[in-house]
């Protein structure tokens, strides 16, 4: 798996509900053929993640499709899921 691009934006709880803070990463990822994840309309992967006390804990992933932005019922594999933790990590915005 390769992450070719992504964003990452704060979600705000506007009940003041959630505690702590709140962050969506939206990836694309290119994948072999062969692996169960390949979709010829390309690949998506959204991470959430919460921040508190300084302390940042994934909190959720799903894979999608990117047309059509329905998700796929599969888990990844242990370098799949470093390498994305990796990516973000590397662009998590200052708290």
Known sequence: ???VNGKVQELVDPTGIIDGQRYEFLLTVKLDEEDELFNEDGTGLR???SVKDG?????TYQFYE???ESP???EWDEEEQAS???Y???HFPEI
């Open 1 to 3: 798996m390769q992450i």
């Open 47 to 49: 991470m959430l993640y």
């Open 55 to 59: 302390e940042r804990k994934m909190l």
């Open 66 to 68: 990117l047309a059509t």
């Open 72 to 74: 796929f019922d599969v």
């Open 84 to 86: 994305a933790e990796q």
């Open 88 to 90: 973000c990590n590397e």
